[in-house]
């Protein structure tokens, strides 16, 4: 398969601060839509955002392309959100946060606020990685394969109970009717 | 009343991502119209499924990118043999040349350093000489992306004395240093072109 990103990874791995500079504006919606679902906090989503686009860059000379570049990345930002999250428990808890002034942060902090955020935190980490890639960043079965290093069965698995607990603590219509 | 046995959560996730073929899927919808329990799954399975779609791509924050420490050490490209022979030959003869001056000239023989300058200096030369060696260099250095077209670039360099040529889509500079080349294209806005120096 074509990396779409191929030529300015390359430019890139060549130590083209430019071509960095137009991977990270293509991929850090993305990217940091995976840590702030990963880890439910604007604040430790743009420091894990952050550690993921510097290590990518510290490790581009070692990235051979075997996967697509975009798989890597978030590889990369799922471990660099773990290290937040252990970091989070190492240090003081969170405080309560100002109230964001500028509205585009408002819009963050009230997705990670509302219910299906406290849904996805409540899953088990494996399933929350799974539905987060498969249905909010569309990532195939194979790139979640290849990023959590698990078959693909395994993958498809993960998203069937990921979506199914989901759905229960979301309280669909049907809650209730189970045997 | 219940059709064959429950299907696995791979096929009722294949069922609601529209996985199955026709006859798979057949089998499916059959048991699922006599299986409260299996269809109750396929409801949950959907209702998790618009949850998560319906979930917006959240903007990050300005600044994300912070400043970047140099690379450790830059990849090399792919090692080809013929090309590296093209370019160890004129070594391996201009080492040889080097090695008798060396050997007839005492006097010279502790400037290691020099030496080892006067044969890349010399190489460089050599595979300019040539006028053949087309191929991007092994070593070379990227000086900065530019604003285009790449032609401009080159005029530009060539104007203030630099050997500039478009190559594989970037401009190459040869026989300069990333820091003489930066300093002539300090004007210059960023952009796409790739401009790299082979010293």
């Known amino acids: ?179 | 009343m219940v059709s064959g046995t429950h299907p696995d959560e791979i096929q009722l996730l294949d069922y609601v991502e529209d996985d199955l073929d026709t006859a798979s899927r057949g089998v499916v919808e059959a048991h699922l119209a006599g299986c409260a329990e299996c269809a109750e799954q396929i409801s949950r399975l959907q209702a998790g499924r618009e949850a998560l779609r319906g979930a917006p791509m959240l903007e990050a924050p300005a600044g994300l990118l912070g400043e970047l420490p140099e690379h450790a050490r830059p990849a090399r490209r792919s090692f080809r043999p013929g090309r590296a022979i093209a370019i160890l030959a004129p070594v391996a003869a201009i080492a040889g040349v080097v090695a008798i001056v060396a050997t007839t000239n005492p006097g010279e023989g502790d400037g290691g350093d020099e030496g080892a300058r006067a044969v890349a200096a010399q190489t460089a030369q050599a595979q300019e000489g040539g006028g053949e060696e087309l191929a991007p260099a092994f070593d070379a250095a990227v000086v900065r992306s530019v604003a285009g077209p790449a032609r401009d670039v080159v005029q530009v360099l060539q104007a203030k004395g630099f050997d500039a040529r478009r190559l594989d889509g970037r401009v190459e500079v040869r026989g300069a240093t990333p820091e003489s080349v930066g300093v002539a294209l300090e004007d210059r806005p960023n952009g796409p072109v790739e401009v790299v120096a082979v010293p």
């Open chain 1, 1 to 179: 398969m074509r990396d779409p990103d191929g030529d300015l990874v390359r430019r890139a791995q060549r130590g083209d601060r430019w071509a960095f500079e137009q991977l990270v504006e293509r991929h850090q919606h993305r990217v940091y839509t995976l840590a702030a679902r990963t880890l439910g906090s604007p604040e430790d989503a743009a420091d894990a955002a952050q550690e993921c686009f510097l290590r990518a860059w510290l490790g581009l000379p070692r990235f051979r392309g075997g996967a697509l570049f975009s798989t890597w990345l978030y590889r990369i930002c799922l471990n660099a959100s773990h290290d937040q999250r252990s970091k989070r428990r190492e240090s003081k808890p969170l405080e309560e946060a100002p109230e964001p002034a500028d509205p585009r942060d408002a819009f963050v902090a009230s997705e990670l606020s509302g219910g299906l955020q406290r849904a996805l935190s409540e899953l088990d980490d494996s399933y929350r990685e799974a539905v987060v890639l498969y249905d909010v960043l569309g990532c195939s079965y194979a790139e979640i394969a290849e990023l959590t290093g698990v078959a693909e069965g395994t993958v498809k698995s993960r998203i069937f109970r990921g979506r199914s607990e989901l759905a229960k603590l979301l309280g669909t219509p049907s809650e209730g009717t189970e045997s």
